[in-house]
């Protein structure tokens, strides 16, 4: 042999000795009962069901914990972003208001219309001219009818409420407390004349026969705050008759429970306030007020009764320049007064050391829902430093929330903006003829406005003189109480 068949020799021999040392191995293995496993691979472990047991929980509770930190870190950034958790019961008004504030929804609409006409209320028709950012609220005018499609018989809406509904329409009842008392007196004559079918129940009846009457009173005008907490009275009212009364007790006693609320709520409640408010009218005062509010008007005079001295300035504005009869009245009773609009309250406000104002409604967060026009007077005098002062009863305030006039109000007629007579054509502003033919002109005529609480140094009810941030705290009382 050659060096090269030595060295190929070696190779070879290696070769056989490293098969024999790994059949060894197997044969080990094999006696050992240990599977075999392929080269490069260690074999696994046991591990017995308790030490598996232990891995699973391990491995549970880290899960827990990691889903526990996600959830927390996400609660923290909707909170930074979002602000404050709004109380159930106002986001339930707020999801109750975006459902009935889209008359530019069609399917809103649409739902709206089959209970209407379930309902056998005839549906108002809207305006043609409508302006485009307020398009989610109705608009109607006043031109078109109301009554034209409504039916008679045994089952159609009762005349009192009829009468009342063109009542609203046409402005001849205005007013947040003369539109409540209206209503309960319209629910009376209902109920008076109101009888039970037979093989019916009074409590449950008369309620399905109550639901178009304030339909149809919603289609004449939107319901006010006032009118809201009297439907909910009437309802609770109702639904608490005994079972075993008889429809003519039952009658007497729904009829005298409308007539309390209305006494308490609005003829009391208005003399307690009148008394409050007195106590923050001293002699050589000069009061401003805002258009026309029956509980403002009441203070004045029952303060220049009282032997106080002191003048008032009446603001109005367009339209409706209810201030007049604010104006009459006073000057009636011997009140020294002085007539300026809206436009001039900024320029007289440095005259003035107290500005009293009525309210529509008072809403959940504090801001006072008035006629418009009030918030620009109670923004002049907070500016001049002048305190303002809000009267109102507690029935008025309400769960709803809202910070601006743009996404709840009431649309008034555009043609009272506007020259109706062919005798005021020496007058600037636009006739209906005019305006009719203008296609691309929009009329707004909003009719509330909403004051922020900073603009307001108290609010006065029966129940005392309060901040408007304790507003909520009243709602929970009167909640209790009933």
Known sequence: MNNGDAENLTSEQKKQLKK?????????????NIPSKPEGEEPKIEKSKAELRAERRAKQEADRAAKASKKSDQVAANTKQKGPRVPANIQSVINLNKTILKADDPKVQKKA?????????????????????FSHLHQYERSLSITKNIGFGKNAIHPAIIRLGLQYAEGTVTGSNARCAALMSAICKLISDYET????????????????????????????????????????QITNIPTGMSDSEAKLRLIKSLREFVHVNIVLAGEAISGYACTKITDGDVVMVFGSSSLITKVLCDAHNAGIKFSVIVVDGRPKLSGRGTLRKLCRVGIKCSYVLVSAASYIMPEVTKVFLG??????????????????????????????IVCCEAYKFCERVQTDSFVNNEIGDPRDLLVQNKSELTSPLLTNAAWEETDSLKVLHLTYDVTPPDFVAMVVTELGKIPCTSVPVVLRVRSLET
């Open 20 to 32: 024999e040392r790994r059949k060894e191995k197997n044969a080990q293995k094999e006696k050992h």
């Open 113 to 133: 219309a089959k209970k209407l006409e379930k309902q056998q209320v005839p549906q108002r028709t809207e305006g043609q001219k409508k302006v485009a950012l």
């Open 197 to 236: 079918p037979p093989q019916k129940e009074l409590s449950r009846h008369l309620e399905s026969k109550l639901k178009p009457a304030i339909s149809f009173l919603d289609q004449c005008r939107p319901l006010s705050v006032s009118m809201g907490s009297a439907i909910k009275y009437i309802k609770l």
């Open 359 to 388: 309210a529509h409604g008072l809403l959940s967060n504090g801001y006072v829902m008035g006629s418009v026009g009030t918030s620009m007077v109670a923004m002049a005098a907070k500016i001049r430093g002048v305190p303002v």
